[in-house]
Each structure stands twice: as C-alpha cells, then as structure tokens.
C-alpha cells in the first residue's frame, strides 16, 4: 500500500515537475519580453481584422514579418469587432493593430483603446482630404485610413437610361415605369420596420437636416443637435411625402435584406447603396451606371456620409512600437491599399493607390465622384445616440405619421441620451 | 444475479481488501494521476497571470483551492465529499459567481467611457494630448543601446533629413554624434561606434521601453513614431498628483477629478471624455424607478410580457396536446410519418427560423400577403405585429409541448379510460374529468418554466421586430417590446453599452421572474395536493 500511495505522489510529483517546467519555458518567454538574449529576440504583431481584410492581409503581414525579422500573427474577427475589441484590450488580450470603421473613433477615445498616430506631412498630403479628416478627432489623428465608402444610386439603364437630376424626376420615371407594370417599386433604398438613418441620410440633408454642427476647430459638436430643429421637421414632412401614404417611392417593406436582391430582380430600377452592391449587380447581368444620390429639387445637396475603413494601434498592445511601424509607415504605402482594393472594391483613401486602381475599374471613379460633396460620418460618441431614434422616426413617418411630433419626440430621446 | 455472484456470503458484503482493492485499479489510478496532473498544470498555469498582475488574493486563493483538492484525491477520508466538490466547485464558478458579479456590477457606472481604472484614464489622457509642436523636424530614427541589445541603455539615434546631421538623445537631452557613423540612403543611422544598432525584433521585444522613451528638447520631447521615424511632441495635457487634476498647458483649463462621477470635471462642467469605473450605490436602482421614460411605459410592457409569454406558453400547450392527443387515436394510420412531420418545427434552429418568418410577414415581399392576396402591414402596426409574434411562437413551440404530452400520456393507465367508459361518460368528460387534470399535474412544472423562458424570450421578439412597431412619438417602446428586448435597448442600444444600469435592470427582471414563478410553484403543490 505505501508503494502504491509513494507512486501517486511520485507521479503527482512528476506531472506538477512537467507542468512546473512549461511554466518555466513560459516564464522565459514573459520574462523575454522586457528582456531578451540576443538570439531569441523576436518580437510578435498581432492583427485583428474582419474575415475578408485579413485574408487579404495575410500576404503584406508576412511580407513585412519577413523585411524585419518579426512573426506577424492575423487573427479574424467575424462578429461585433468594436465590441470584441474593447472587452479584449480592457483584459490585456487584444491586438497590437485592429483594423475597424472610422466612426469607433469616439468611442474607442473615451475607453483609452486606441493611441493617435504621428503622420508626417508628406503621409497626409498622400491621402484623400476627406479620410484624414474623419479619423481625425479633438485634433488628432486616430489611425490610418485606407480604404472609403459611400452611398450612390445605381441604376438599371435598360429601365432608366438617364440620371434623374432630382429626387422629383426619380420618383415621376419610377411612377412611369411602375404603371407600364415594368417595375413593382419606384425605388430600392432600404429602410426597414425600424428605419435606417444611414441610407436616409442624404435626402434627410438635401431636404434641410442637419444632425450635429461643428465647432470653431470643425470637430462635430454633440451639444448642437440637429434633430428637432425646423430644417429636420421639413425633411422629415419631405419624406413624409415620398412614404407610403405620399408618393410610395419609400417603404418601410424594403430592408437592408431584400434591397439589393430587388433590384438585381428588375423589380426596380434605382438602388440606393454603397460599393457593395456592385458585386451582386454585376452577377445579375443588369447593365447599369453610376451616379451621386440625386437631391429634392431647389433643396440643397444630397450629401451620404463618408464611411473609412481604418488601421488603429491599439493603446494595451503588448508590442506598440512596432504597431506604430506598421501602421504609419507601411499602411501608408499604395501596394498594401491595392491589394486590400481588390479583396474588396471600395475607393482607396491613398491617392496613389487610387490612380491606380481607377485604370481598371470604371465604377470606381463613379463612387468616388458621387461621393465628392460626402462628409465623413460623425465619430463622436454623441453619435451612438442617432441611429436608433432617427430611424425609427424615419419608419414612422413613412408609414404616414406626424412628421413635428415624431422629431420632437426623437430629439427629446436622443438629447435626453447625449448628456 | 445471485447465482452469478455465487459463493461464500462474506464475500457478498464489501469486504475492506476487496474496497481497497476496486479504489485503486490501474485504470483509475490512471485516470487519478492524469487528472491531478491536469489540476496542478491548470493551477501553475492560472498562477503566472496572477503572480505578474500581483494579484496575490487571488493567488491565495488559487493556492489553497489547489492544495486542498489535492489532499482530498490523495487521501482516503472524506468518501462523500470526493463526491460533492467538483459539482460545488463548478456551481462557484458557473452559478455563484456571475450572479455575484453582476450584483456588484449593478453598483458601478461600468460602461463605455468607464471601463478602465483612473490611472488608465490619466494615462489615456496624456497620450492622447501628445501633439506634434508646430514646424518642428520629421527625423529619421534609429533604435540603438549602449552595450547588449536585451539589457543596455537606450538611445535615439536620429538623423536631420535636410541637413544629415546625426545625434544621439537618450534621457539627457540631445548631442550630436561622434564621428564614424554609417548612414543609409534612406537617412537611418546602420552602425555607430560604441553602440548596438536594433533590428526590428530587438526593438519590437522592448516595445513598450521605445514608447514610453522620450528625449527632452527646449519645445518638447523627441518620441518614436513607429521604429524609423521621429517628431518632436509635447504633452499638452498633463495630470498633477497633488491637486489630482487635469491640466492644459496651453489653454490653463483645469479638469478635476470627480470619484463619485468617475470623470475629470472643469469648472463649467465640461467633463474629459476618458472617465473610470467608481461605485455609485443604489443610483442605478433608483434611476430605473425614477426615469421618466422607464416608469411611463413600464406597466404597458409588462402587461403585453405577460400576455406573450401566457399567450406562447397556453398556445403551444393546447395545439400540441390536441395533435397529441389526436395522435394517440389507434384508429389513425401513418401515426408515425405524422409524429415525424410535426416535430420538424423543433428540430429547426430557431434562430434562423425566426429571420424566415420576419421575411414572410414582409408586407410587399413577404409570404403570407403574396399567398392569402391581403396586403396586411403585419409588423406596421402593433396588434398585428403582437399577432405575428404570437403565430410564430405557436409555430416554433408546439412540437416541444406535442412531444412532452404525449409522453405523459403514455403515463396514464388506459383502463382509466375503460372505467370513465363504463361509468357512463363520454369521451370528453372523460377526458375533461380524468385525463387532463392527471395531464396537468405532469406538466404544469413544463409550463412554469417555459413562461419563465417566454417571459424573457428575447430571440423570439428582437429577431422579428425588434420589439416593433414604434409609436411616432416615442422611438423606445415599441408595441412587441418584452422587458428583456426593452431594457437591452435601454442599457445598450442607445449611446453605447452601459453595464452597470443594465446588471441594476437585469436584477429588477430577476426579481418579477422569481416571484412569478414561486407563486405559480405553490399553486401546483397545492393542486397536486388535490389530484393526489
């Protein structure tokens, strides 16, 4: 029996010795990371992108692995990047580098996740004005945008061979074409049972709305709310016209899901969306173009935000020097935008890389041009307020409600947020 | 068996050899080892993180749970606690502590913009205030030690892009560099004497040293942007300890720090937007019976929770007892193809099923309209859209209550049946008198908690309508809204996640569940009570 009992403890010994020495190989490698020996030193990026972007990472990460002697680890994020990413780094295990939207900006500031980035003039004069402009926050620039989207209007020109120039000469072709039975909708832009600010956004400010103003510096300034001020209520009563019980062009029946495949089923003939939708129209064989989302006529411009996809360094990165390296020094050069352009068609924000994609992609010049008077999507965190309330006030009016009370009511829900 | 087992009837009583000898058969030994082996590798494991944030309770901790674990496995006494502790410790961890923790939570302002501690505010702060000065050089650099790459001093070797001139910063300031430096085209510095240039490895293993490395200029500082590059910054912003505030070097505005708000506050109440984590007491509580919009449309939404979750629970009950029962009928035939067909809604994800049925509703695309020719703006306004919600939940449950049902019905005795027959009742007082309540005394625990779970059935109302319609003129409560859908919305929908108010609200909904549950719990005792 004391054979037996000295065998467990024996063997109990020896695993906790086997485990001790892992750990010990473990210490080494902690400990190596404030100081190494020479031989071993090699230091570790890691990269968190969504699933498309970090496959067409993959080649330029190990690229520059390679030219500086580092292991550049990607790791895909599917789903709630901005999320994933705060809980991550609040427990020490984020990326060094997260590649994410332009407008997490606000928020990512407030919970000290990410850290601004020195660009050199010459870097900044090498990128579209408008990307720099919207990573860039209380003076600082956030990240390194490389990549922008905005909303058009495409449009199938079997059906429509010519541009409407208002929303008024959109929605009497669309009337026409609905009565010769050749289409069943006026026009495809998403809204959805609780509405869709983004997609609204352009005619919400062709039509007079604002959502936030600017300061002296050009930041956005969140205690100058746009909602509920006259403008809003008479873009809202302009909507209100063209909803369900107006002209029918907007319906709350048309969602973010079945926008697109509408269109490509020739059941309308305009389509308000982004880049994105390229893909799908072009598998369905419609022959199309296209062109800025046209404004109310003798109203202002119809301006769509300007989204950036960007490259953050993270604050709690383990290896910030090198981040820093990647991101402002390797980011910024055309062959990295390129081949993230062609694992995805959006508009490079580099101009290099822009001039050399636009050769071969047509469509592309006609993004960036219906784009042109685009201003970039707020980043504040006041922002996060917006879409809920404004969207649904959207979907209630187009469904015929009382455009002043729905904004009064919007605006009291969003202020009462903003604090 | 006892033929088997045959022989001397000593040996049928668990002889103490022969116990011993079962106890510690190679496999289980084996297995002993293996899993002892893999607790204490989980505990050094566990252990290092803590030991590096010096988190010395939790390393206590950690510390006696294994010793004491272990002295449990390797001793012979305490039989029935070898038993009982796994399934403790798991109920800690699993059970215990998440309702601890989000009771803790529910006193603090956790959230976006107090997520961290007050030291990574200031810090956040600081960095974020690094602002280049004005005119200033953009100097090509180069990462260097005096003596040993892993453990020298560091120093900046930066060269002047216009001029090419070299100097060396470290923490004294900077000065120009000795002769015999080897410059590259690009303008870094490769070799100098008397220092170790890094490469990218070396330097990337003391990243955080790099960053935080700063040589003191008249204007500013000299910092790193990346490993090959540059600027001259100052800190604009900057933290004084013993006022414990924010100051702004160029505008002289003062933020001080506020521990009840967990922010740094000017005077003007302009507050910095990096704030940290502090306990607030009950105001989460409070806020939620005292706001506005939370006490007006509370009532209304608790009442439609109930109706939907009565309404699911009693919907599903009756159609699947009556396919149920109609399946039972040995008069039918295929009642096996039949049994298959209808549990095919159960074995459906539900997840994805209730995206189908939101599309279906689709007042110009969706299903139904195209099939019945109506054009019924189903999910447009409130009664149809509670209606929808309540066809959906009758479509996605009743299998689940069809199959629970008729095992019960397996239960009851078919000569009940015979008897109530033969005393002269027909087929539904039969049924009325003697198999339904026999039924319900089997399944009324089944029905309390699936209202439990409808009660808070969040996928079922925030995958269809997202708790709408909404009422123009208030975007937060809509007409299919559950308590659960409703307050998600409150505590994460609205300006960013805000974790605290939403463990206070989560504890409100706990509390409407259990007292629920514990009334319709002592309602059945006493029904069983009746029927037994």
């Known amino acids: 029996m004391r054979i037996r009992t000295a065998g467990v403890i024996a063997a109990s010994m020896l695993c906790l010795a086997g485990a001790a020495a892992c750990g010990d190989s473990k210490d080494d490698k902690a400990a190596g990371s404030n100081a190494p020996s020479a031989a071993a030193a090699s230091g570790e990026l890691v990269i968190w992108a969504d699933d498309k972007r970090s496959a067409a990472l993959q080649p330029f990460a190990e690229k520059f692995g390679q030219e500086n002697g580092v292991t550049v680890k990607i790791q895909a994020i599917s789903k709630d990047q901005q999320t994933t990413f705060l809980t991550a780094s609040q427990q020490g295990s984020g990326p060094?580098?997260?590649?994410?939207?332009?407008?997490?900006?606000?928020?990512?500031?407030?919970?000290?996740?990410?850290?601004?980035?020195?660009?050199?003039?010459?870097?900044?004069?090498?990128?579209?004005?408008?990307?720099?402009?919207?990573?860039?926050?209380?003076?600082?620039?956030?990240?390194?945008?490389?990549?922008?989207?905005?909303?058009?209007?495409?449009?199938?020109?079997?059906?429509?061979?010519?541009?409407?120039?208002?929303?008024?000469?959109?929605?009497?072709?669309?009337?026409?074409?609905?009565?010769?039975?050749?289409?069943?909708?006026?026009?495809?832009?998403?809204?959805?049972?609780?509405?869709?600010?983004?997609?609204?956004?352009?005619?919400?400010?062709?039509?007079?709305?604002?959502?936030?103003?600017?300061?002296?510096?050009?930041?956005?300034?969140?205690?100058?709310?746009?909602?509920?001020?006259?403008?809003?209520?008479?873009?809202?009563?302009?909507?209100?016209?063209?909803?369900?019980?107006?002209?029918?062009?907007?319906?709350?029946?048309?969602?973010?899901?079945?926008?697109?495949?509408?269109?490509?089923?020739?059941?309308?003939?305009?389509?308000?969306?982004?880049?994105?939708?390229?893909?799908?129209?072009?598998?369905?064989?419609?022959?199309?173009?296209?062109?800025?989302?046209?404004?109310?006529?003798?109203?202002?411009?119809?301006?769509?935000?300007?989204?950036?996809?960007?490259?953050?360094?993270?604050?709690?990165?383990?290896?910030?020097?090198?981040?820093?390296?990647?991101?402002?020094?390797?980011?910024t050069t055309p062959e990295l935008a390129v081949a993230l352009y062609n694992a995805e068609p959006r508009p490079p924000a580099l101009t290099a890389a822009l001039d050399q994609v636009k050769a071969q992609d047509p469509d592309l010049v006609k993004w960036t041009e219906a784009g042109k008077n685009a201003i970039p999507l707020p980043a504040i965190p006041a922002m996060a307020a917006i879409w809920e309330p404004f969207g649904k006030a959207e979907a209630a009016v187009i469904g015929g409600a009382d455009a002043t009370k729905t904004v009064e009511a919007a605006a009291k829900t969003i202020s009462a947020q903003i604090k | 068996m006892t033929t088997q087992l045959g022989g001397p009837a000593t040996r049928a009583l668990p002889a103490p050899e022969k116990f011993r000898e079962r106890s510690e058969s190679a496999a289980g030994r084996i297995v002993k080892i293996v899993l002892l082996g893999l607790l204490v590798a989980t505990a050094i494991w566990a252990a290092f993180p803590l030991a590096e944030g010096r988190h010395w309770i939790g390393?206590?901790?950690?510390?006696?749970?294994?010793?004491?674990?272990?002295?449990?496995?390797?001793?012979?006494?305490?039989?029935?606690?070898?038993?009982?502790?796994?399934?403790?410790?798991?109920?800690?961890?699993?059970?215990?502590?998440?309702?601890?923790?989000?009771?803790?939570?529910?006193?603090?302002?956790?959230?976006?913009?107090?997520?961290?501690?007050?030291a990574d505010a200031v810090t956040a702060i600081q960095t974020a205030s690094v602002t280049r000065v004005p005119g200033s050089t953009e100097y090509a650099l180069s990462i260097a030690t005096a003596g040993d790459p892993a453990t020298g001093a560091l120093v900046f070797l930066i060269t002047d892009p216009t001029s090419r001139a070299v100097s060396i910063g470290d923490a004294g300031g900077l000065r120009p560099a000795p002769g015999g430096v080897t410059v590259n085209s690009a303008g870094r510095v490769t070799a100098a004497p008397g220092y170790t240039v890094l490469n990218a490895g070396q330097a990337s293993a003391r990243s955080r040293e790099i960053t935080d490395f700063a040589v003191p200029t008249a204007a500013g500082a000299i910092r790193s942007a990346g490993l090959s590059r540059a600027y001259e910054g100052k800190a604009v912003r900057a933290y004084d300890a013993a006022t414990d505030s924010i100051r702004d070097t160029v505008t002289g505005q003062v933020w001080r720090a506020d521990d009840e708000l967990g922010a740094f506050v000017a005077a003007d109440g302009e507050r910095l937007a990096q704030g940290w984590r502090v306990g607030v007491g009950f105001a989460n509580f409070t806020r939620v019976l005292t706001d506005d919009t939370i006490s007006r449309d509370f009532l209304r939404t608790l009442i439609w929770d109930f109706v939907f979750a009565i309404g699911s629970t009693g919907g599903t009950f009756l159609l699947g007892m009556f396919c149920a029962i109609a399946l039972q009928s040995t008069r039918m035939r295929f009642r096996g193809f039949y049994r298959i067909v209808m549990v095919l809604p159960y074995a459906m994800p539900s997840f994805a099923m209730l995206l189908v049925w939101r599309d279906m509703f689709n007042t110009d695309f969706g299903l139904i309209n195209n099939v019945l020719g109506t054009g019924v703006d189903w999910l447009g306004t409130g009664l149809t859209a509670q209606l929808a919600v309540l066809l959906v939940q009758l479509w996605?449950?009743?299998?689940?209550?069809?199959?629970?049902?008729?095992?019960?019905?397996?239960?009851?005795?078919?000569?009940?049946?015979?008897?109530?027959?033969?005393?002269?009742?027909?087929?539904?007082?039969?049924?009325?008198?003697?198999?339904?309540?026999?039924?319900?005394?089997?399944?009324?625990?089944?029905?309390?908690?699936?209202?439990?779970?409808?009660?808070?059935?969040?996928?079922?109302?925030?995958?269809?309508?997202?708790?709408?319609?909404?009422?123009?003129?208030?975007?937060?409560?809509?007409?299919?809204?559950?308590?659960?859908?409703?307050?998600?919305?409150?505590?994460?929908?609205?300006?960013?996640?805000?974790?605290?108010?939403?463990?206070?609200?989560?504890?409100?909904?706990?509390?409407i569940v259990a007292v629920v549950s514990a009334v319709s719990f002592r309602r059945t005792r006493a029904q069983e009570e009746v029927y037994s």
């Open chain 1, 96 to 331: 060094d580098v997260m590649v994410g939207a332009h407008d997490w900006i606000g928020n990512l500031v407030q919970n000290g996740a990410v850290d601004p980035v020195q660009l050199s003039d010459e870097q900044k004069t090498g990128l579209q004005a408008g990307a720099l402009k919207a990573v860039t926050f209380n003076g600082q620039t956030y990240g390194v945008p490389y990549a922008t989207e905005n909303l058009g209007l495409i449009r199938n020109t079997d059906l429509a061979p010519a541009a409407p120039a208002t929303i008024e000469d959109l929605v009497a072709t669309g009337k026409k074409l609905k009565a010769q039975k050749k289409v069943s909708e006026i026009l495809c832009l998403q809204a959805g049972q609780n509405g869709d600010a983004y997609h609204a956004y352009p005619l919400y400010a062709s039509a007079g709305g604002y959502l936030f103003g600017t300061t002296a510096s050009g930041d956005y300034d969140a205690k100058d709310l746009g909602v509920g001020k006259a403008g809003s209520i008479a873009a809202f009563e302009k909507l209100r016209a063209l909803g369900e019980k107006g002209d029918g062009a907007l319906k709350r029946s048309i969602t973010s899901d079945n926008s697109i495949a509408t269109f490509t089923g020739k059941k309308c003939a305009f389509l308000v969306s982004g880049p994105w939708a390229t893909a799908d129209v072009k598998k369905a064989n419609i022959t199309y173009d296209i062109s800025p989302v046209p404004g109310f006529s003798g109203g202002k411009e119809a301006t769509p935000f300007l989204g950036v996809q960007t490259f953050y360094v993270a604050s709690k990165g383990k290896n910030k020097a090198l981040a820093q390296e990647f991101v402002t020094n390797y980011v």
């Open chain 2, 59 to 118: 390393l206590g901790v950690l510390a006696a749970t294994t010793a004491g674990l272990l002295y449990l496995y390797l001793t012979r006494r305490h039989i029935p606690a070898k038993y009982l502790v796994p399934g403790t410790i798991f109920l800690i961890v699993f059970q215990i502590f998440p309702v601890l923790y989000t009771a803790s939570t529910a006193f603090t302002n956790f959230g976006d913009g107090h997520r961290g501690s007050k």
């Open chain 2, 396 to 511: 996605l449950g009743y299998p689940y209550m069809f199959l629970v049902t008729t095992g019960a019905l397996q239960a009851i005795p078919a000569e009940l049946t015979d008897a109530t027959r033969v005393d002269g009742a027909g087929p539904f007082q039969s049924f009325r008198q003697v198999k339904l309540p026999l039924l319900l005394v089997a399944l009324t625990p089944l029905l309390i908690s699936s209202f439990a779970f409808n009660f808070n059935n969040f996928n079922a109302i925030y995958l269809t309508t997202e708790g709408g319609p909404f009422p123009a003129d208030n975007p937060s409560n809509g007409a299919t809204d559950l308590l659960i859908t409703y307050t998600y919305r409150l505590a994460f929908g609205g300006s960013g996640a805000q974790y605290g108010y939403a463990a206070a609200i989560s504890i409100f909904i706990f509390l």
